[in-house]
């Protein structure tokens, strides 16, 4: 172990083997040579004076209030200390709550990946019987336990299900619909004042054409005789570039606007097998072929169409919206 002694004088400064081991080295022979080396070195070395550093010390004063200042130092050095050590500590405890959270991470994402390979069909089932979902008034959780009922016969059941889920949403439906599009307000009023008072064969038209209004305003205004229930190529071509341009980067919500572009029994032609006693057709009705589709049913499976068309118009507006603010 070395040590180097200062004596005001630089050139005092000397080495001093201290570790008993140095006898080994050579001991005070080798210390007498180290010593004489440095004496060589610093000879002709001179300073302007000898380092007083207690006649530097009474240069400086001491704010009247350090003893309160130290002292608030040392309180805050004490809290930080405690501090520091909370945070160690919820550090461990959330390192361990995120290493049994990942397994369970890894089994959401697995359950969203088959989710998401699944919803077209399950989309699919819904719409064949007349049902439509919204992004804002449909639980995706629903989705495959009633499209089984479906599939399984259980047509009554998951209809009435269908009904009770429509229902329940029916004024913060109508409210949406009034306020994304104020113009057809009145429209909409009347329809829907229709539907509450069981006057089904006025509400069900009023509300197939609006639908057709509001996917036309939304989707393509200035394409001449386009409508977002047609089959002509140049229209699906318009939807499909609506929807890549409105949902890039969203989860589910182009699987839901890519149903329209699907086969399904409320937008096919008159005649196609997909059409079955009971089953909800706009054609059909709006050219006066269908008398009977006057039901509670097929209003609230009107309702659910409106609710699904308008929902291209939410997501574009919510496109718009991020677009600008970024």
């Given at each position: 172990?070395?040590?180097?002694?200062?004596?005001?004088?630089?050139?005092?400064?000397?080495?001093?083997?201290?570790?008993?081991?140095?006898?080994?080295?050579?001991?005070?022979?080798?210390?007498?040579?180290?010593?004489?080396?440095?004496?060589?070195?610093?000879?002709?070395?001179?300073?302007?004076?000898?380092?007083?550093?207690?006649?530097?010390?009474?240069?400086?004063?001491?704010?009247?209030?350090?003893?309160?200042?130290?002292?608030?130092?040392k309180v805050l050095r004490e809290q930080m200390v405690k501090?520091?050590?909370?945070?160690?500590?919820?550090?461990?405890?959330?390192?361990?709550?995120?290493?049994?959270?990942?397994?369970?991470?890894?089994?959401?994402?697995?359950?969203?990946?088959?989710?998401?390979?699944?919803?077209?069909?399950?989309?699919?089932?819904?719409?064949?019987?007349?049902?439509?979902?919204?992004?804002?008034?449909?639980?995706?959780?629903?989705?495959?336990?009633?499209?089984?009922?479906?599939?399984?016969?259980?047509?009554?059941?998951?209809?009435?299900?269908?009904?009770?889920?429509?229902?329940?949403?029916?004024?913060?439906?109508?409210?949406?619909?009034?306020?994304?599009?104020?113009?057809?307000?009145?429209?909409?009023?009347?329809?829907?004042?229709?539907?509450?008072?069981?006057?089904?064969?006025?509400?069900?038209?009023?509300?197939?054409?609006?639908?057709?209004?509001?996917?036309?305003?939304?989707?393509?205004?200035?394409?001449?005789?386009?409508?977002?229930?047609?089959?002509?190529?140049?229209?699906?071509?318009?939807?499909?570039?609506?929807?890549?341009?409105?949902?890039?980067?969203?989860?589910?919500?182009?699987?839901?606007?890519?149903?329209?572009?699907?086969?399904?029994?409320?937008?096919?032609?008159?005649?196609?097998?997909?059409?079955?006693?009971?089953?909800?057709?706009?054609?059909?009705?709006?050219?006066?072929?269908?008398?009977?589709?006057?039901?509670?049913?097929?209003?609230?499976?009107?309702?659910?169409?409106?609710?699904?068309?308008?929902?291209?118009?939410?997501?574009?507006?919510?496109?718009k919206t991020a677009s600008t603010k970024s």
């Amino acid at each position: 172990m070395v040590k180097l002694f200062i004596n005001g004088d630089i050139r005092a400064a000397r080495l001093r083997l201290l570790c008993p081991a140095c006898a080994s080295y050579g001991g005070p022979t080798m210390a007498s040579s180290i010593n004489k080396a440095i004496s060589d070195a610093l000879k002709g070395v001179q300073l302007a004076a000898p380092c007083d550093f207690r006649a530097i010390s009474k240069g400086f004063k001491l704010p009247p209030n350090f003893g309160e200042i130290a002292k608030g130092m040392k309180v805050l050095r004490e809290q930080m200390v405690k501090a520091l050590a909370e945070v160690a500590k919820h550090q461990k405890e959330f390192a361990k709550y995120h290493q049994s959270l990942g397994l369970d991470l890894s089994k959401m994402r697995e359950g969203m990946r088959l989710f998401k390979a699944h919803l077209p069909q399950g989309l699919k089932i819904l719409a064949d019987h007349g049902w439509f979902v919204s992004g804002f008034h449909t639980p995706l959780a629903v989705i495959f336990p009633l499209a089984q009922m479906f599939q399984r016969g259980q047509v009554e059941q998951a209809n009435q299900h269908m009904c009770t889920l429509v229902r329940e949403h029916l004024h913060d439906t109508e409210d949406m619909l009034s306020a994304d599009f104020p113009h057809r307000a009145a429209i909409l009023k009347k329809a829907f004042g229709a539907l509450r008072s069981g006057d089904y064969e006025l509400s069900i038209p009023a509300m197939l054409a609006q639908a057709d209004g509001i996917g036309r305003e939304v989707i393509a205004a200035k394409t001449p005789k386009f409508s977002i229930t047609s089959k002509q190529e140049k229209f699906k071509a318009e939807i499909r570039n609506f929807i890549s341009n409105s949902t890039d980067g969203s989860l589910y919500t182009a699987d839901i606007l890519e149903l329209i572009l699907a086969e399904i029994p409320l937008t096919v032609s008159e005649g196609h097998q997909l059409l079955k006693p009971g089953v909800l057709n706009r054609n059909a009705i709006l050219h006066g072929a269908d008398t009977v589709y006057a039901t509670e049913l097929n209003a609230l499976r009107t309702v659910s169409w409106i609710d699904y068309v308008s929902y291209f118009g939410t997501v574009a507006h919510l496109r718009k919206t991020a677009s600008t603010k970024s």
